[in-house]
Structure formats: C-alpha cells, structure tokens
C-alpha cells in the first residue's frame, strides 16, 4: 500500500478542519466547525467526508464521528506499537468490570433511570458499581425521579460514548435484537 | 514469630504471581461482588489482613499508581461499610426480604430472567464495541487549568499584564499601583464626579442654546451610563433653579429650557 497511493492535497476547508481537530481535545461539533470557519454545515460535513476518506488510505490516523462530534484517532492497526511506546493504555483506557458493563447497559437502555430499577433487573445490588460508574464519569445524576424518596436518576454521558466508540446512544442495537444474539456471541468467543 | 514468617512467606508468593480474575478490575473487586451479593460473609474476613497483604504487595511491587491505590481505598472502605453493617444490630432484617426471593415462583423467575437476558448480552455487545475502541489512541492533553477564585485571577491577570509590558518593552518593576485601563474599556469614574463633569458640559451647551429638547443634548451618545448620567445632571440643574424641564406627553421628549444666566462657578 505504501507508496502506491496518489497524494492529495486538501482544500483550504479540509486543512482548516485538519487543524481544529489536532488541537482538540474533544470531539468538534458541526456547530463548532460551524463557529470557527462561518461555513454552512453541508460544506464542512462534505469537507469532514473528505477529509475521513483522505486518511483511510495509507495514514497512521484516522478521523471518526464519535460521542455526537469528531475526533482524530490513530489507526486500529497501530494499537500493539503505540502500547509500548506510550504507556498510555492503562490511562486511556478505562477498566471496567462485567458488572460495571452490565449496569452501564441498563442505564443506557432505560435512562434516565433509578438504582432500586437496575437492581431489579439484574437482580443484585448496584450501589458500589454505580458509584465506580459516576467516578469514573460515565454515567452522571440526572434529578430525582417522582417515586417514593425520590430516588435519584442516572444516565450516561458523553464519556460513555466515547469510551464505546458510539457517536449517539440510538447507535446501540435494540432490546429485541439483543435477545437473539446469545448465538452469535457464543460463535464470537465473546464471553 | 511465626504469623510474620508467614506474612512474608505470603508477600513473597503474592509479588511473584500477578492475579487476573476475568470479569473483574482485579481479586479485591471480586470480593466486594461476593460480599455484596452475599456470597461470603463478610464477618468473618480480616480486613486489616488484607490491607497489610496488600500494602505490602504494592511495596513490594515497587509500583503503585494512584488510580490503583485509589481502587484499593474504595474497595477496603466499601469492605470495611459492609463489615461495620454486618455486626450492627438490624443487620439481619434484611432476612425477610431473602425469604420473599426464595419464593418467587418458577413463573416470574422464569420472567426475570427472560428481561435480564437482552441486558446481558448488550453488555456483551458493548465490551466487543470497547475492545475494538481501545485500539484507538488520541493525542493526551493536559488537565483542564485549575480553577481560580476572583482573587486569585487579579493576581493571574497582573501577572500576564506584566509579562505583555515585559515583552513590549516596557518593561518596569511592578509597582503594585497597576493601571486597571483596559483598550476599548471605558475607565471608571466615580459617579458624583461623572454627574459634575456632565453639568459643566450641558451649562457650556446651554449658554449658546437656550431652548433645546433632551433628544438633541443626548445626540448620538444614547448610551445608558451616559443617560442617567445626563438626567441627574439635568435634575442636579433644576433643583438649583437654573433650567426648566417640562415633559408634555409621557415618555416624550423632554423640553430644557434655560432660566437664567448660567454661572459656571
């Protein structure tokens, strides 16, 4: 691959946005693009699209739309090389356990969402893993509900989209579809 | 003697093996989850054993990064709020609730477990989003600038203010009686004295105009500050008797006419 590609140079636009993304540390909104560079938003998605195709093909970076925004990453591929260089996966990677996971997945299929309903429906007590889930930002109180005591509400935040490379919650398969993937897990290895 | 022995038998095996409990952030936080689910009884653990066991691995370890040994902190207080539950009297009326789940029907259990299931598998469905997420790496930026309290940022801006003059060249020792003029700021003046500069101006205005309308005195200066400036000069000049102001329709203009001879001292 290397070599063969024609290099392409980038519009005004395309580089404008190059540089916004570099210097961001989260992801940029259309509206954002929209602020800095006084566009109409067709434009600077067309410039984005561009710009996303550009480093598909024979770059160590890659643009994606994540958590509602976009973001320059680098390339999947990559991962083993920048592990060792950079000690940053323990950092940059948040752990999580299958409990946290599982009561993240309730939160954001039910949000907003009491702790009395996750632990109804996965039938254990939450309150350690949701205080684990609020510090490390995932997941963020969202009022009171009406019930009884008023219990608080939960619901995820943008880390948590980040965290799973999901741009919006809707990104998520359905309750439906999830109850026949049992199978298609048990083919993946995925425990 | 010996219970030391063991200890350090027990650090040493402990620094040599490295324990990954799937599923869970490490062996501590499976406890927790057997502990909570009351799958151990949590009186009869020793936490201070732990702790000591613990401590002494990440000493030994020569490592101990503080999101771990926050970990730990949360985990042993979780523990130790479980432990101090457990041996408080109540503890145990939670026992009728038990009593109720081991009653549940083949039925419900059956419909418990068929809501759960989907929720299961979508925290299956986002552990393999995570796994494919974690090989995307980001540039790491510094932590957000603290935040600074008003004090705090008069210091900071003094600071900056003396760091721009040092650059510009002009550079002097900092006094301490810095000029607060900012460009394109108007630079504040006390009010009484804003009220006197503003009467002296309309009695040099006036003494060439004698008849004139509000909107006029005003012209293109249609500030706010400079309007209620304007009107409690005007008002300062009526109380003295040295103008009229009259008003025929309400929130019209106002008429200033002058009565007298103006005297400027």
């Known amino acids: 691959m290397s070599g063969s590609s024609a290099v392409k140079n980038l519009t005004e636009i395309e580089m404008k946005i190059e540089a916004i993304l570099f210097v961001a540390s989260q992801p940029v909104t259309l509206k954002e693009f929209n602020e800095v ?142 109850k026949d993937l049992s199978a298609e897990f048990s083919l993946t290895g995925v425990e | 003697m010996f219970q030391e022995a063991e200890a350090v038998r027990t650090i040493k095996r402990l620094s040599e093996l490295e324990v990954s409990v799937e599923g869970f952030s490490g062996p501590l936080d499976l406890l927790c989850c057997l502990v909570e689910n009351r799958q151990v009884e949590i009186s009869l653990i020793k936490i201070s054993e732990i702790v000591g066991i613990y401590g002494a691995f990440l000493s030994g370890s020569g490592k101990a990064p503080l999101n771990v040994i926050a970990d730990f902190i949360s985990a042993t207080a979780g523990l130790i709020l479980e432990k101090v539950l457990s041996l408080l009297p109540g503890y145990f009326q939670e026992s009728p609730e038990k009593k109720t789940e081991r009653e549940v029907s083949e039925e419900e259990l059956r419909m418990i477990l068929e809501r759960y299931l989907p929720y299961r598998n979508a925290a299956r469905h986002l552990l393999v989003l995570k796994s494919e997420r974690d090989l995307l790496f980001s540039p790491e930026h510094e932590e957000e600038s603290p935040l600074y309290t008003l004090g705090d940022l008069f210091s900071l801006s003094s600071l900056w203010w003396d760091l721009l003059e040092k650059k510009a060249g002009k550079s002097k020792i900092n006094t301490g009686k810095r000029s607060l003029h900012l460009e394109g700021m108007p630079v504040p003046v006390p009010d009484e004295k804003q009220v006197e500069t503003r009467i002296s101006e309309l009695m040099v205005f006036l003494e060439r105009v004698k008849d004139v309308n509000l909107r006029r005195v005003m012209g293109s200066q249609s500030d706010i500050p400079r309007f209620v400036v304007t009107i409690l000069a005007l008002l300062e000049l009526s109380r003295l008797g040295k103008i009229s102001l009259q008003q025929e329709e309400m929130f019209g203009d106002v008429r200033i006419i002058c009565c007298e001879k103006l005297d400027r001292n």
């Open chain 1, 37 to 178: 560079l006084s566009l109409k938003n067709r434009e600077i998605a067309q410039a984005l699209q561009n710009l996303q195709v550009h480093y598909d093909i024979g770059h160590g970076l890659s643009l994606k739309k994540i958590s509602g925004g976009w973001k320059l990453f680098t390339d999947p591929s990559l991962n083993e090389i920048l592990s060792v260089f950079r000690d940053t996966s323990e950092r940059q990677h948040v752990r999580l356990s299958k409990a946290a996971v599982e009561s993240l997945a309730v939160i954001a299929y039910n949000e907003p969402v009491t702790r009395s309903e996750i632990e109804e429906i996965r039938g254990v007590r939450c309150e350690r893993v949701i205080e684990t889930l609020l510090s490390h930002g995932l997941i963020r109180i969202a009022g009171r509900g009406k019930g009884t005591g008023s219990p608080l509400l939960y619901r995820t935040t943008p880390d948590f989209l980040d965290i799973f490379g999901l741009d919006s919650i809707s990104e998520l398969p359905t309750l439906d579809e999830l």
